[in-house]
């Protein structure tokens, strides 16, 4: 073997095992950075020998923008289900059939969460992952391979050699509550439909064409069953011991009980500590952990005899709607809120929820006066879940039937509806006073531009005075006319000015996405503005251009194009233009060349999180700057990362040295 193969393999192992004790051990014992580097060796090193190539290299865990249908795969073993209950005496009627099964003989039962997500089943040969299917209808599933691949925690070379050379695991793919709650955000943000949970949203990203979209959304994976002909072992909970050390994520959670009492006080711990845990869960799982005493048992038409799910009660109370009110969001879409008797829900009182759109109002046939059932599922907003149809016939305080308004709520303007979309909307974005105060509150958010000091009651307070109508405004705003104002004085009104001022160099990037175009996200600014360079080259495009970039589809493209065909918002950006808004990304950034720390000597030091040490370095030649390795009386700056050595800090601070972090850094290139 030759010196660059033997390199290939040990960074591949090296990799392998760092991701190991990132994703599934929770334990790294490198930094970033040092992880960053050696993938990026291995990506040169692989680029250099293609010969090299290997499907399941950890470089190959990027996904891809391939977009095909999947393949229908037939399960070689049926994916069943479990029967379910809610109930300590079903478990308990559960648990003597068994014992009655196995005619009195001694069993362990293994007590497992029931992790709420979506579940699959992956195959491996020879150590190799060679194929994910999901359940489908549990006998047929769709070839998912592909986006697995991408998830992290998933091995997709098997450690250690003592496993079977063919054989299946199950288990659940599951969206992190943090991923989960940061991309519902996001899509708030892009007035994009939320997932109604992580299960519903690990589903979705699994079932994405796109693998590059599923690495990017973080899932994750806990494995429950083991399926083969030569399993190491006849027992469940050692089998899974087993998959552990081949690197599978096992629940730490997973017991052996040895009696009845041992699986009621194993309910009532996770019934009351499930809440903090990283992921979803809906209940628990018990199984008769002998494989032998499990084929005994067998199985129903549906089910396995040796298993069942205790279902945790979910957060749910009844009350009375007493009206609906409606909310216009930036880009004018009208939502409903449905109006509750106080009620107490999981820790917290409710008194509002959401119902969506019209069309789960008519599907619940819902009433003003109706008693109401409301969940807190993984939902952040809690949700009207059904009607309670009994009560209605007694109840003496029903209204009407809940009608979706014709009209704004605030403008008055006859609400439209898009052909295919479930919201309602008022096509008045002019004159109708949220969506303008909105649009502006967009513009001055921090990852916009950023205009510090100005609140929504600041806004507000402008809007209503007329100083200020559209973002334009903003930057006609004297000291004098701010600064008389309630609430404000000098040192606000100065503040302000100040970073309306500075808002003029914000990047372009950032400055198209305050715009605040439809669909137009940070990501998808950032791709715009590398992809066209300038305002100007940007709202001459044609889809066809549009839709070359990469992540722009038909959608974006048409809403770009929308946007800048009105003249009114052509006029606006002409104005912002003139204002000395940056509206091109500036060559500087184009080249990544300035001369913003020229005569400047920088000491690097400790580990940092955003570059890597090398990155900082050719940072600081490409703006004009020196490398130095010392602390001297000529250093300007010691850019300081974590871990800086304490006789270096001490130095550099007898010397009256400026120490900068790795943000004040970037900052001070523009790179924020
Ligand atoms: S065992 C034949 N164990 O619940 C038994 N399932 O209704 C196969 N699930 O489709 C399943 N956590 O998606 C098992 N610890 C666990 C589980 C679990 C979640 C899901 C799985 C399955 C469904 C059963």
Redesign the pocket.
Known sequence: MDDAKEKIDRLRKLLNEHNYNYYVLNAPVISDREFDEMMRELQELEEKYPEYTDPDSPTQRVGNDINRAFTQVEHRYP????S?TYSMDEVEAFYERADSGLMGEPFDMVG????????ISLTYENGRLVRAVT?GDGVKGDDVTENIRTIKSIPLQLRGNDYPQNFEI?G?ILMPWTVFEALNEERERQEEPLFANPRNAAAGTLKSQNSAVVASRSLDA?F??LLGENLPCDDHYENLQRAKSWGFKI?DAMRKLKSIQEVEEFIGYWDKNRKNLPVATDGI?F?VSSLRQQRNLGYTAK??RW?I?YKFQAEQAVTRLNFVSYQVGRTGTVTPVANLDPVQLSGTVVKRASLHNDDIIQSLDLHIGDMVYVEKGGEIIPKITGVDMAARESNILLGEKVKFIKNCPECGTLLCRLEGEAAWFCPNERGCPPQIKGRIEHYISRRAMNIDGLGPETINLFYSLGLVRDVSDLYTLKMDQISSLERLGDKSAQNIITAIERSRDVPFERFLFALGIRYVGETVAKKLALAFHSLEALMNASLEELVQVDEIGERIGRSIISYFSDTENRALVERLKAFGVQTSVSEERLSGRSDKLSGKIIVISGTFSHHSRDEYKALIEQNGGKNSGSISGKTTYVLAGENMGPAKLEKARKLGIEILSEDDFLKMIGKY
């Not at 994916?79 to 479990?82: E, F, Q, V």
């Not at 497992?112 to 579940?119: A, I, N, Q, R």
Request: aromatic fraction near 16%; charged fraction near 25%.
């Open positions: 994916m069943l289900s479990l379910n497992e969460l029931k992790y709420d997500g979506t579940s359940r199950r659940e806990y429950y069953y629940s799982v199984k089910s396995p298993a799910a």
